[in-house]
């Protein structure tokens, strides 16, 4: 069985130091050899780019913009009426990927619009998604990037976020798209579902890319909490994942202190 291969969230992590860029010196320095992040649109592309040459850092995963966050938004991929800002989004996102030779991109949902009812305009955003997640399969096709979905949890991280269920991967099917697949965030997975075991299994074969942290305080893996992560990641490994595993959690002191457990993880596979 192949080790796994992990890449830093410099979203979350080496938050010590102030932009991205940085982090991506610190990650390498660290030694991971990837990293991925959220929203990098306010950091200088240019310096983003000398970083990743430098470092030779891969770049894995970055966020489509989430909109305005100070109005409500977090992301735009299923919310009606406004699928031409999502179009535009779209268009940045792949800017900085082809720059970034990054080959995935996550293809935010967004929230249930304000004073709407989950349940009556559930089929509304579910065609709305289907279609920008089509339009978007076809762009990226042409960067040879796939696009993920990405099911956030609604009991902790965010109430009114559309996507909260892996069940919901059936949109996949209704996209037909073999370039958009399903990003499990084992962290909002259990919340939502447990279930790990059964549901990993079920949906291995659309998974283009996984996520970390313990449950409930969203910490490093090996911190108290509800998860096993030896017994996950040798679970990825017997079923012979080949993809990256973001390391998206918020440490419990500095970044550097909370890395034992991939440096054990680390040390375990090469002996």
């Not at 209704?174 to 447990?194: A, T």
């Amino acid at each position: 069985m192949a080790p796994l291969k992990f890449c830093a969230n410099i979203t979350w992590l080496f938050t010590e130091l102030p932009d991205f860029s940085q982090r991506m010196y610190a990650a390498a320095a660290a030694g991971f050899q990837a990293v991925e992040a959220a929203w990098l649109y306010d950091s200088d592309l240019q310096e983003l780019q000398r970083a990743r040459e430098a470092t030779g850092l891969e770049v894995v995963l970055i966020n489509t913009p989430p909109g305005n966050v100070k109005a409500g938004d977090l992301g735009l991929g299923a919310v009606p009426g406004r699928e031409a800002e999502f179009r535009q989004s779209l268009d940045l996102t792949v800017k900085f990927a082809r720059a970034l030779h990054c080959k995935r991109i996550h293809l935010m949902a967004g929230r249930v619009p304000e004073d709407s009812n989950r349940t009556a305009i559930a089929k509304e955003m579910e065609a709305v998604f289907v279609q920008n997640l089509s339009y978007a399969a076809d762009i990226l096709a042409k960067e040879g990037i796939t696009g993920l979905i990405e099911p956030i949890n609604t009991r902790i991280t965010d109430p009114m976020y559309f996507l909260d269920s892996p069940h919901q991967a059936a949109i996949l099917e209704k996209v037909g798209k073999p370039n958009i697949k399903l990003q499990m965030d084992v962290f909002h997975w259990q919340i939502m579902d447990g279930n790990l075991t059964q549901n990993i299994q079920k949906y291995f074969p659309i998974i283009g890319h996984v996520q970390i942290a313990q449950v409930p305080g969203r910490n490093e893996p090996d911190s108290a909490g509800e998860l096993n992560y030896s017994y996950l990641f040798n679970m990825l490994e017997t079923h012979g994942y080949q993809g990256y595993v973001g390391c998206e959690y918020k440490p419990l002191g500095s970044t550097e202190e909370g890395l034992g457990w991939i440096k054990r993880y680390w040390t375990g596979r090469k002996s």
